[in-house]
Structures are given as structure tokens and as C-alpha cells.
């Protein structure tokens, strides 16, 4: 069963003399528990198509349903309830803040999120063992090594229990063992029922996922199966 169906989905900037077409008519389906990474050169709309799907950016034409949400149908107060039910997001600068230590990092979208202060903690601290890094939480940023990093901000992204993690360049920083071991961790939460979307520029980084979807100029240009292991999963719809 489908989790996300993007439909003839097109986005036009107002360009300083003419219109810039970023995307041209982008129909992609992502099953429930799928890896799917995208690939693609700089400046081919991989920002613009992951920024569409992380309801941050409104499209110029064309759908995008998550768990049969029609995402730009919500006004922009129902769109931020779906983000933080829905989503969760991985980037490449990992955003952390310097002055909070890893548990309080993570607990940022639980406060966000209105969760009692009372279970915020022991949210955080289990999401921060999922990650490997459970005697760590009283860590400030400056004291992990990159990859104790990036998990810790793998641990906020799914605290939450999102279905659905948007990662942008998430081993873009790392060395290529740290990278590895990131990877790994996000088959783990593949098979622990989440479904990933990966835009990633390291060919080896993308041979990880289940699917390789090329984009070029604006358009998808290819896609096939690396290493399939899809299942399911259900999820209710935000209130």
C-alpha cells in the first residue's frame, strides 16, 4: 500500500527575467516501509520535490497525499499538525542547538508537539538508546563525534514516531565508515515499520535503499529496485 502519491506535481519560480521551471509534471508512488533514495545533479529541483513533500513549500500544480492526506488542501495550521504527526526530518547540517544536550535536543518536538513534560524525558532518552547512544543524553553537542551527532538528530526526527522520514544529504558531512554505520541504523528503522525518502548525491550512500529514483531537469529519469524489502503499516490521521 501506498504511504505517499505525488501526482503531476509541477512547481514555477518567478525568475529574475523569466519563469524557472523546478519541477515538470513529477508522478511518484513510495510504498509503506520503503527506502527510496533520489538522486540527481545540483540545481535539478531535489530540494524543491523534498521541500514539496515535507509540506513547507506550496506547489505551483498537481497533489501530494500522504496516508491519503491531501497535504495543500489543509490550511497552513492543519499542514503544521500533519508535519509534526507525519514527518520527520534529517538534514545534512544537522541543526542541533549548541547549548541543549542531546536529550533536550530531542525533546524539542515533543514540547512542540504539546507532550506533558513529565514524559518528555523518558521519550527522549528511549529514542536516544534506539540510536545507540542511551548514556549519552547529558552530552552537549560539542562533546559527540559527528556520527553520536547525527544520530542524536535521527533520535529527534523520530521521537515522535513520524511514518514518514525526509533525510537530505544525511551522511553528507561524515566519513565514509561513519556513513556506513548511518545507513545501517536507517535500515534498522526501515524494518522497524518507518518509511525513509533520501535525497543523497553518494551513488554508494544511495545503493542502501530499497529504490533509486534519478531526477533531471525537473523531471524523474530513472528509477529501479536495489534491494526491495517492503511491508506495511498503518497510521492514524492527525486531529
Do not use: W
Not at 73 to 99: K, S, W
Amino acid at each position: 500500500m501506498a504511504l505517499v502519491e505525488i501526482i503531476e506535481l509541477r512547481k514555477t519560480y518567478n525568475g529574475a527575467s523569466t519563469p524557472v521551471e523546478a519541477l515538470r509534471g513529477i508522478d511518484l508512488s513510495i510504498e509503506e516501509r520503503e527506502f527510496v533514495a533520489l538522486m540527481g545533479a545540483s540545481g535539478c529541483g531535489k530540494s524543491t520535490l523534498l521541500s514539496i513533500l515535507g509540506a513547507l513549500n506550496v506547489p505551483s500544480f498537481g497533489r501530494v497525499l500522504v496516508d491519503t492526506i491531501d497535504v495543500y488542501t489543509l490550511d497552513v495550521e492543519r499542514r503544521a499538525d500533519f508535519r509534526r504527526e507525519y514527518l520527520g526530518f534529517v538534514f545534512q547540517q544537522l541543526y542541533l542547538v549548541p547549548f541543549l544536550t542531546a536529550a533536550e535536543n530531542v525533546m524539542l518536538p515533543l514540547a512542540a508537539a504539546g507532550v506533558p513534560n513529565t514524559r518528555q524525558r523518558d521519550m527522549a532518552m528511549t529514542a536516544l538508546e534506539r540510536m545507540g547512544l542511551g548514556g549519552k543524553g547529558a552530552r552537549l553537542p560539542r562533546d559527540l563525534s559527528g556520527g553520536e551527532q547525527q544520530r542524536v538528530a535521527i533520535a529527534r526526527a523520530v521521537v515522535n514516531e513520524p511514518p514518514l522520514i525526509l533525510a537530505d544529504e544525511p551522511t553528507g558531512c561524515l566519513d565514509s565508515q561513519t556513513g556506513r554505520g548511518i545507513m545501517d541504523l536507517f535500515l534498522r528503522l526501515r524494518d522497524d515499520g518507518l518509511t525513509i525518502f533520501m535525497v543523497t548525491h553518494d551513488r554508494g550512500i544511495a545503493g542502501y535503499a530499497d529504490r533509486l529514483v534519478a531526477m533531471r531537469d525537473g523531471t524523474l529519469a530513472a528509477a529501479g529496485s536495489t534491494c526491495a524489502n517492503v511491508g506495511s503499516s498503518t497510521r492514524h490521521r492527525p486531529p
